[in-house]
């Protein structure tokens, strides 16, 4: 079974910076889709970003612009580079991974424990 262990999250002024990162318990699969997702309370789970093992990005709307998602280590270490952080962007962050192809952050089989990022208002 993947374990994916996040880490990173902290609490940040309003304009601030945070980078995320994700580090999977055993070698991606050579087709892979890694990302984010976050859900802030009382609303609905959300894609933030997502990155595949051919180079496809997605980001969420409300993220562009501001966070880049990136990979190292062959794909088992998963980042999320957050800046110019907003009270709307205080949520838990959970690293989600799958043997496939990005879908348009479509349902992942593997997640993370979640990490809070707060960015009080």
């Known amino acids: 079974q993947v374990q994916l262990v996040e880490s990173g999250g902290d609490s940040v002024e309003t304009g601030g910076s945070l980078r995320l990162s994700c580090v999977v318990s055993?070698?991606?699969?050579?087709?892979?889709?890694m990302g984010w997702f976050r859900q802030a309370p009382r609303k609905e789970r959300e894609g933030v970003a997502e990155?595949?093992?051919?180079?496809?990005?997605n980001y969420a709307d409300s993220v562009k612009g501001r966070f880049t998602i990136s990979k190292a280590n062959g794909g088992n270490t998963l980042y999320l580079q957050m800046n110019n952080l907003k009270p709307e962007d205080t949520a838990p962050y959970y690293c989600?991974?799958?043997?496939?192809?990005?879908?348009?952050?479509?349902?992942?089989?593997?997640w993370g424990q979640g990490n809070q990022v707060n960015v009080p208002s």
């Open positions: 989600v991974s799958d043997h496939k192809y990005c879908e348009g952050f479509a349902d992942f089989r593997n």
């Open positions: 990155i595949d093992s051919a180079g496809n990005m």
């Open positions: 055993r070698s991606t699969y050579s087709k892979h889709c």
